[in-house]
């Protein structure tokens, strides 16, 4: 009797240590993580480990940073590399009239391999489902690229893309031959925000996505100090709409500036989220398209895109 005892003593006091043990292995993961907010950064790299940053929202001292026309902007940068120039080619630059537009236009970019087009990418994922979606997105360093958080992330496809890969210059030619001057890169890490993952909500649909290889290009971005300025102002949103898988453009005013949102006067269609959202003073990426509202009667109201604000701003600039 006695044994049984000291035996059932022992087995509890095996129990009690692997609890105390699991519990503070919990304790000090939960004391090594950030608090999560809707802007707390959420990092996921290829084999689909998640960790969590909360970046401290600073001025990041670039010397290269100028103020120009309201905006605070980080020049781009271009080597001048043309990839391979016999995947070159012209098309006729006559408008297109997109079949799903109502007075809108979309132009063909013939040329994508002098600045700023070479910096556009087409970006092709694939979800845990095998759901394909085709998005778009900028080059904003050599290996770093600003698109949609959708482009990565599905809530209705299993979350994260199982793959991701990038296209910068990507075009096609006749009989719709797909033109690659740069080849393609692999998705090492993608970043987006809680905000986002967490309740689906559009002021938050920006994601940046670490890349496998450098390039030689990328393009300008800034944003508005004072974003009410914005409003009125002409921009030119570059994508790859659906039906086309040549790049497009589209030029319009923005209808009304927000603190995180741009509604533009300009019909954007499925395949141009994620695209850049350029302004025509001064040449820089202040937004990327996200997708579009309608009345209560179906008929198209503006373009929805994510404005960079500051805080978007400082963090791509802190990962160059």
């Not at 990418?121 to 979800?127: G, H, K, L, N, P």
């Not at 085709?134 to 599905?154: D, E, M």
């Not at 809680?194 to 940046?208: H, Q």
């Not at 005013?253 to 949102?261: A, N």
Request: glycine share 8%.
């Amino acid at each position: 009797m006695k044994r049984i005892k000291t035996l059932n003593f022992r087995r509890l006091l095996t129990v009690c240590l692997s609890c105390f043990v699991i519990c503070n292995t919990t304790l000090n993961a939960m004391a090594n993580e950030p608090e999560l907010n809707e802007r707390t950064i959420v990092i996921c790299d290829q084999e689909g480990n998640i960790t969590y940053e909360n970046f401290e929202n600073s001025i990041v001292p670039y010397a290269e940073n100028i103020t120009e026309n309201g905006l605070v902007i980080t020049p781009g940068h271009d080597d001048g590399y043309t990839g391979d120039t016999s995947l070159q080619f012209d098309v006729d630059n006559d408008s297109l009239i997109s079949p799903l537009a109502n007075t809108t236009t979309l132009v063909p970019i013939g040329t994508t391999t002098i600045y700023p087009y070479k910096t556009f990418c087409r970006i092709e994922s694939i979800f845990p489902d095998n759901e394909s979606i085709i998005t778009s997105g900028v080059l904003v360093h050599h290996n770093l690229v600003l698109t949609s958080a959708h482009a990565v992330y599905q809530h209705d496809h299993g979350g994260f893309a199982s793959y991701t890969l990038v296209y910068p210059g990507y075009n096609v030619a006749e009989h719709n031959k797909p033109i690659q001057p740069y080849g393609s890169a692999n998705v090492t890490y993608r970043r987006l925000l809680s905000g986002y993952v967490d309740t689906r909500n559009p002021e938050y649909d920006w994601a940046l996505l670490d890349l496998d290889r450098e390039f030689d290009t990328y393009h300008s971005f800034g944003y508005a100090q004072d974003y009410t300025q914005l409003t009125g102002r002409s921009v030119t949103a570059y994508g790859y709409p659906e039906g086309w898988s040549q790049m497009h453009s589209i030029t319009g005013p923005i209808k009304q500036s927000f603190e995180r949102l741009l509604h533009i006067s300009i019909q954007t269609h499925q395949g141009q989220s994620g695209g850049p959202v350029v302004d025509d003073i001064t040449d820089a990426v202040i937004g990327i398209v996200q997708g579009h509202d309608y009345n209560i009667f179906g008929t198209y109201l503006y373009n929805k895109s994510v404005r960079i604000d500051e805080f978007l701003y400082n963090y791509i600039n802190s990962l160059k």
